[in-house]
């Protein structure tokens, strides 16, 4: 049998042992991931001193995936990530969180808000 519908191919996937997303075409990162994010920038930036702002735009400069422009390759900003892209981001600044200052981040179902 070949699956032809998004989901099949999903679910046939997965039984495989490899994980996969399905983004609509032209879907950009979720509400809940943007909310996530700008919590984490709060906690890693009131841990080192800095503002929300200022780890934005260094974990922007760390981590954030590129798309090549005539023949330039230019960071992408989070409101253009994919939810697919937005999530490995945040993984590698988790990682990065942990390994460099030992700083556990706000899992999605903490629901605290961070000030």
Known sequence: MIATRPQD????IEEHGY?????K?????SERQNRLYWQWMTV????????KDDMHDLMLAKFAP?????????????????????S?????IGR???DEFELILPEPDD???IK
Do not use: C
């Open 96 to 98: 990065w969180a942990f």
């Open 44 to 51: 890693i930036g009131n841990h080192l001193g800095y503002s």
């Open 19 to 23: 994980p996969v997303e399905i983004n």
């Open 66 to 86: 590129s798309k090549e422009v005539m023949d330039e390759y230019v960071l992408l900003t989070t409101s253009n990530m994919t939810p697919t892209q937005m």
């Open 9 to 12: 191919i999903r679910l046939f």
């Open 25 to 29: 075409p032209g879907a950009r990162r």
């Open 111 to 113: 629901n605290k808000e």
């Open 88 to 92: 490995y981001y945040m993984t590698n």
